[in-house]
């Protein structure tokens, strides 16, 4: 518990500052996340205007200049994340630390980069905080137990890809020998293609097999697509079903920037800190 007392060492007004940041406990912390979801989707809203050529020719201007309103006032936010974090490091290169990051780099690079700022649709992604925000419980347990499951399922999916991988280049192979270059099947690589695009029942119809032995070939692999669509679905189902969930609040160490503590947890279970 040595680190739970060095809480004491961290300025009240940034544990404070951390708290309505990163946090949705409180009435503070919870009105300045649905601002700030307000405002992601408003500066969303913006980029989608903004590429459409008729409402950029005349209101271009207006939209320039909310898009950089809009990114200083990011800018702002998350320079407040990091010095309100003991360590900064943590949060910098966390999954949310980069996208918020992402979300303001585009505007700024848009003045070397022409067109550059059309990337900033990726604050679409910051949306994300909507489970910590409102503290939907069900929602916070929903998505972790898909977190576990993937985790868990991810050698059976890997194996998976590795048969699917197998199978449509030796599909591709056998129909580039059976089709051939005069029927659009010019290289290997090509055909592996079309053994993609049939397998995944896209069926895009750029490349077509033209001999009776082709189609035949054709349809074996149709039929088995729809076999293999069902496999990671059944796998990941499997997982979901063994998940187990823990309520979960808000909190945010402000040590090391864990989250996903559980309801009744006094101490960061990663670091020790005090929450």
């Known amino acids: 518990m040595a680190n739970a007392k060095t809480n004491n060492d961290f300025p009240k007004w940034k544990r404070r500052l951390h708290e309505v940041i990163f946090e949705a406990d409180t009435t503070a912390g919870k009105t300045f996340d649905i601002a700030?979801?307000?405002?992601?989707?408003?500066?969303v809203i913006v980029v989608l205007l903004d590429s459409v050529p008729t409402i950029n020719r005349q209101y271009g201007v207006q939209l320039y200049y909310s898009e950089w309103f809009f990114t200083i006032v990011f800018t702002i936010e998350y320079g407040l994340r990091i010095i309100s974090t003991r360590q900064p490091s943590k949060y910098i290169f966390s999954f949310y630390g980069i996208i918020d990051l992402l979300a303001i780099l585009p505007t700024y690079l848009s003045i070397i980069i022409t067109?550059?700022?059309?990337?900033?649709?990726?604050?679409?992604l910051r949306l994300l905080r909507v489970f910590r925000v409102l503290k939907l419980a069900r929602f916070v347990g929903a998505s972790k137990t898909l977190t576990t499951a993937l985790k868990r399922s991810k050698h059976k999916i890997i194996v998976f890809l590795e048969v699917v991988l197998a199978l449509v280049v030796i599909m591709g192979s056998i129909m580039y020998l059976i089709?051939?270059?005069?029927?659009g099947f010019t290289s290997i690589p090509r055909s592996i293609y079309w053994a993609i695009v049939t397998l995944t029942t896209v069926g895009y119809g750029d490349i077509t097999p033209h001999t009776v032995p082709g189609q035949v070939l054709a349809s074996v692999i149709m039929i088995i697509g729809y076999a293999i669509i069902a496999v990671p679905t059944g796998i990941i189902t499997s997982e979901v079903s063994r998940a187990s969930t823990t309520n979960i609040n808000t909190q945010v160490c402000n040590n090391c920037n864990a989250d996903n503590h559980d309801d009744d947890a006094k101490y960061c279970k990663y670091c020790g800190e005090k929450l």
């Open 179 to 183: 089709e051939g270059p005069e029927n």
């Open 36 to 43: 700030l979801l307000i405002f992601i989707v408003l500066s």
């Open 115 to 124: 067109g550059s700022h059309f990337l900033l649709v990726i604050r679409i």
